[in-house]
């Protein structure tokens, strides 16, 4: 079933043209992934889906009642709320509810003793319903689905008590995108969901998309959570908006055979084109009455033609390539038993590892479990407390971070560059610039005013120009399209020297790494291959390290646990057995008290059926959470 469709959405802003006869139509189930180039017309599309903004014209039909939930990419969620309370006022509908049904209780208890039968039956009709309702909309586990959804998103349990206020800006993102997963809209608008979410969130994000009952249209650069979460995708190029059933990797296959026609086609049409020209050229300068008439004949053919689009041109990317100037020393860095703390928590301990020249290493770890804070401690940048970073011969690092704090917002594009690079001329200055797509007055540019891809763009070319042969890099896909991820990937595949990059994006890890570190509160773990290889090895290399250094202590260890763990099933399998017992106790006392509820005569006995509408709800209750330790202990 359709629950939104557009015909032929058009939108200008005075004179550029943004979106042109869009259409397409989304069903009830569909998972769509919306991408294009930055500033190919995404967001301004949600705008106006989202009514934000109004169409220029077409026509935008929207299933009556249809609830639209819309995630931007920049928020700025402002409350002096603790994070659970900002939840709850998700459910304030069911909080009411909850309130009306005490309320009623104590009014059919008044009217019982008043023997006001008319409002008594009102209010019991009244009651009954809202139960109903209360029960349907879960009621009695909403506090049990936000902290579900938040720990999901990366909140920790002391997290749920801090005050939305002193969050940080990515906080607040994965704060806005919960409350809107809680809401449970009908179609969902998601404006790069994943941009400030670990791996493991996105993970949990992917998992909780693909079995969400109702309709989501997503922008998103990351080319990994597309594939796993999308069944169609939405390509938007050149105003025109173009369909494809498949995720993203099906996308990139169908994309390049259209691409690779549509050269062939624009080639041949081309030359058709010139041959045309030539001929009508020729027949001009014979100048007889016969071949001029011939001329405009050929002429008005060649006006009629349907000219067949240029296919994108590569021209159109920003070109990237990294170059040491020098080459560095086999070593080029060793990390020995490296602590950190901060006023007294121990954030980072006992941290080994080494890099070799050559290697392209990505480091991984849930937020805040230190992975910047290294790179400031082997930058120097801050000390570290113990152990020692020690740098190898001939090293010489540059370091891109996704805070582009090395950037002045006061200065102009050209002079960011200029001023650390005097020695080039006007024309080489703005030939770097060009091949990062800054052209015309785009140079002239405060940098402040740029949006967060061409601040990136900016910031790659600085690290371009360093000529290191140690790159650090902090998040660099961030806030780039999908075509620029594929340069900026393509340049450090070719790259000669040695890469460090923290990274969330999965398919650049896949494609660039080929040693990934995994940052735990354990420590460090080394897996000697990329992103995939980590996935598949973990638990593998995990046992094969336990067995490696066993002990017949650890062998009489191991035995005993087994023993334990023997008792242990044993003891939940009769947990479980008592629970079912238990439960089916409870479900024959509630279809006891329906039965009895059912009773016309019962409408004499207005307590009673307080009392044993009570006396259901805290079965219910009850039955619910054994239910829920039920499902805990099978989960198992």
């Not at 009102?122 to 009954?128: A, G, Q, R």
């Not at 997290?159 to 919960?178: E, F, N, P, T, Y």
């Not at 990994?224 to 979460?229: A, Q, R, T």
Request: hydrophobic share 35%; aromatic share 8%; with cysteine.
């Amino acid at each position: 079933m359709i629950v939104l469709s557009c015909t032929n959405i058009s939108k200008a802003y005075v004179v550029e043209t943004i979106l042109e006869n869009i259409s397409f139509s989304v069903e009830e189930k569909d998972k769509i992934g919306l991408i294009g180039l930055n500033g190919s017309g995404k967001s301004t599309l949600f705008n106006i889906l989202a009514g934000e903004i109004e169409r220029d014209s077409g026509e935008i039909y929207i299933q009556k009642d249809l609830k639209i939930g819309y995630l931007k990419q920049h928020v700025d969620l402002d409350s002096e709320e603790t994070v659970f309370n900002e939840c709850l006022k998700v459910f304030e509908p069911l909080i009411e509810m909850e309130k009306r049904l005490r309320v009623l209780e104590e009014s059919i208890s008044m009217l019982s003793e008043k023997g006001d039968s008319k409002e008594l039956e009102k209010s019991m009709k009244e009651y009954s319903r809202l139960l109903e309702e209360f029960d349907e909309k879960n009621g009695y586990g909403y506090e049990s689905e936000i902290r579900g959804v938040l720990k999901g998103l990366g909140f920790s349990n002391e997290d749920m008590d801090k005050k939305v206020s002193v969050l940080s800006g990515g906080q607040k993102a994965r704060l806005s995108l919960g409350k809107l997963l809680l809401e449970k809209p009908d179609l969902l608008l998601l404006d790069e969901p994943t941009n400030h979410l670990d791996i493991d969130a996105i993970g949990w994000l992917e998992a909780f998309l693909k079995d969400y009952r109702g309709a989501l249209i997503v922008i998103s650069h990351d080319r990994y959570f597309l594939d796993n979460v999308v069944n169609k995708i939405f390509h938007l190029e050149n105003k025109n908006l173009k369909v494809y059933n498949t995720n993203f990797t099906g996308y990139m296959k169908q994309r390049k055979k259209e691409l690779e026609i549509l050269k062939k086609q624009y080639e041949n049409q081309q030359k058709e084109i010139k041959r045309q020209e030539e001929i009508i050229r020729r027949f001009s300068n014979y100048g007889g009455r016969r071949y001029i008439k011939q001329a405009q004949s050929r002429q008005k053919l060649l006006d009629k033609m349907k000219k067949v689009k240029e296919p994108p041109n590569e021209n159109n990317k920003f070109k990237l390539t990294f170059e040491p100037k020098i080459k560095s020393g086999r070593q080029v860095l060793s990390v020995e038993n490296l602590g950190k703390s901060f006023n007294g928590f121990k954030l980072l301990e006992d941290i080994s590892f080494n890099i070799y020249r050559g290697e392209k290493v990505g480091l991984i770890g849930p937020n805040g479990i230190g992975k910047t804070t290294l790179f400031k401690m082997i930058l120097k940048e801050i000390p570290h407390d113990e152990g020692n970073i020690v740098l190898g011969h001939g090293v010489n690092m540059a370091y891109f971070d996704q805070e582009q704090r090395d950037l002045n917002l006061d200065k102009t594009v050209i002079d960011e560059i200029w001023d650390e690079h005097p020695t080039f001329d006007h024309f080489t200055i703005r030939s770097l610039l060009g091949r990062f797509l800054f052209i015309g007055d785009d140079i002239f540019k405060e940098v402040g005013e740029l949006s967060g891809g061409e601040r990136n763009r900016l910031s790659l070319l600085k690290l371009m120009l360093s000529n290191a042969n140690f790159l650090l890099m902090d998040e660099p896909t961030n806030h780039l399209d999908i075509d620029s991820k594929e340069v900026l990937e393509e340049a450090l595949i070719d790259y000669k020297g040695t890469l460090l990059v923290i990274s969330h994006d999965r398919y650049f890890l896949n494609r660039v790494t080929n040693k990934i570190l995994e940052l735990t509160k354990e420590g460090i773990k080394e897996y000697l291959g990329n992103f995939d290889y980590y996935l598949e090895k973990k638990n593998e290399v995990e046992i094969e390290e336990e067995e490696e250094y066993k002990t017949k202590t650890q062998i009489k260890l191991e035995r005993k646990k087994e023993k334990e763990l023997i008792k242990k099933e044993k003891e939940r399998k009769k947990k479980i057995q008592d629970l079912e017992k238990s439960i089916e106790k409870y479900e024959e006392k509630i279809n006891k008290l329906d039965k009895e509820l059912c009773n016309p005569k019962l409408y004499d006995e207005p307590d009673k059926i307080v009392e044993l509408t009570r006396e259901r709800e805290e079965i219910k209750l009850k039955l619910d959470q054994l239910y829920e330790e039920w499902i805990k202990l099978t989960d198992n």
